[in-house]
């Protein structure tokens, strides 16, 4: 167990609070506001409007950290059985195939990150559509007003990866205006429900053997977390799940989707961070911790209800595999039958899990004094 946990920060509120000072749990708890603010932004920007130009060839979301993450959710709502490709690129350069046919969404929550400002000026180069989400009045803004293009405003009162559904869901809009996904107005109101109830359930005030994403923090603090996703829906939100842990929390983790991380990954449950042994009861919350083996690898599986049978064959496998090695194994569940609200239910619980994390570690969730030392570095 790491030097620095101590459980009692999270025995109640005012504790949890007082760990917070930057507000991080609060972002958290206005995910479904988000959504409900951004629908109505996207629907006074004019996205509706992308549909008469036709279906794009592709999509391509131009977007670093969490705004690229809004790529990935999208890719993920709309599946496999997208018409048309769903591409996220993270850096300053656009593929070479894309061009006039192709709708470029760069999306950047300050308005401003190079990275994304460069892609989306070589996209207006290149004659592709463009649609951008971000600040207001910022040179992502001036860009997109320069070249014609359709610009969502998007206000974040947090750092940008605590307003991923503000940037996010614009984009499910436009993709719902080229009709490459069905998401009706009342999936998306029950994916803002569902984000409310995830929000009571996680509460600060409520005590941790009840609150579940106090109870993962707990269990996998002082353990390098393996996160995997067992679907395309499940794979984003495990990713994301790992970047939370690197900024919220701090905090090491592997990502891995499945089946190719039962094909490689499953091999460091051999290795040196295995346990062995046998593990402590995962349901027993009372149990004395300073009796737990000695800590190494917890495996964190986020399942979807749309498994391939192989996937979930593999991935139950590869579980059981861990737990004979004395690797920890836990589940974290999606919920809803719309693949917008299960990665949003998968991303919510962990949200939670990675700030409760950093708080029972005394870590101040919201600063990331490492990435602000970098930029300041390289500009």
Same mark, same amino acid.
């Given at each position: 167990m790491s030097a620095a946990?101590?459980?009692?920060?999270?025995?109640? %509120? *005012?504790?949890? &609070? /007082? !760990?917070?000072?930057?507000?991080?749990?609060?972002?958290?708890a206005a995910s479904a506001a988000?959504?409900?603010?951004?629908?109505?932004?996207?629907?006074?920007a004019g996205v509706a409007a992308l549909a008469e130009d036709g279906r794009p060839r592709a999509v391509v979301v131009a977007g670093a950290g969490a705004s690229g993450l809004a790529g990935d959710v999208l890719a993920a709502v709309?599946?496999?059985?997208?018409?048309?490709?769903?591409?996220?690129?993270?850096?300053?350069?656009?593929?070479?195939?894309?061009?006039?046919?192709?709708?470029?969404?760069?999306?950047?929550?300050?308005?401003?990150? %190079? *990275?994304?400002? &460069? /892609? !989306?000026?070589?996209?207006?180069?290149?004659?592709?559509?463009?649609?951008?989400?971000?600040?207001?009045?910022?040179?992502?803004?001036?860009l997109s007003e320069r070249s014609r293009g359709v610009f969502v405003p998007v206000r974040a009162a947090g750092p940008p990866r605590s307003a991923l559904w503000a940037l996010t869901i614009p984009l499910v809009i436009a993709a719902r205006a080229l009709r490459l996904v069905d998401v009706p107005d009342a999936v998306l109101?029950?994916?803002?429900?569902?984000?409310?109830?995830?929000a009571h359930r996680c509460r600060p005030s409520s005590e941790p053997f009840v609150n579940p994403a106090k109870r993962i923090a707990l269990d996998i603090a002082g353990d390098v977390p393996v996160v995997w996703g067992t679907s395309a829906v499940a794979a984003a939100a495990a990713y994301r799940?790992?970047?939370?842990?690197?900024e919220n929390a701090k905090y090491p983790a592997v990502y891995g989707e499945m089946p190719e991380a039962g094909h490689s990954q499953a091999a460091v449950f051999d290795g040196l961070f295995a346990r062995g042994g046998s593990?402590?009861?995962?349901?027993?919350?009372?149990?004395?911790?300073?009796?737990?083996?000695?800590?190494?690898?917890?495996?964190?599986?986020?399942?979807?209800?749309?498994?391939?049978?192989?996937?979930?064959?593999r991935a139950e496998a590869a579980?059981?595999?861990?737990?004979?090695?004395?690797?920890?194994?836990?589940?974290?569940?999606?919920?809803?039958?719309?693949?917008?609200?299960?990665i949003a239910s998968l991303i919510a619980s962990a949200d939670y899990v990675t700030v409760y994390l950093a708080i029972a570690l005394g870590v101040d969730p919201t600063p990331v004094p490492a990435i602000d030392e970098l930029e300041a570095r390289i500009t």
């Open positions: 946990l101590d459980p009692a920060r999270l025995d109640d %509120a *005012e504790a949890v &609070e /007082a !760990a917070d000072p930057g507000g991080m749990l609060r972002q958290v988000q959504v409900r603010e951004a629908q109505r932004a996207a629907a006074e709309c599946g496999a059985g997208c018409p048309v490709p769903v591409f996220t690129v993270r850096g300053p350069r656009l593929p070479g195939w894309v061009g006039a046919a192709d709708l470029v969404i760069a999306v950047s929550c300050s308005g401003g990150t %190079a *990275e994304t400002l &460069e /892609a !989306a000026a070589e996209a207006a180069r290149r004659g592709c559509r463009l649609m951008s989400v971000g600040a207001p009045e910022s040179p992502l803004a001036d109101e029950s994916t803002a429900a569902l984000l409310e109830d995830v799940t790992a970047c939370q842990l690197n593990p402590a009861d995962p349901d027993d919350f009372f149990r004395d911790r300073a009796e737990d083996p000695e800590h190494g690898l917890h495996l964190l599986v986020l399942r979807d209800v749309d498994e391939h049978p192989r996937v979930r064959a579980a059981d595999l861990a737990r004979d090695r004395g690797v920890a194994v836990t589940e974290l569940r999606a919920e809803g039958e719309h693949p917008l609200e299960r």
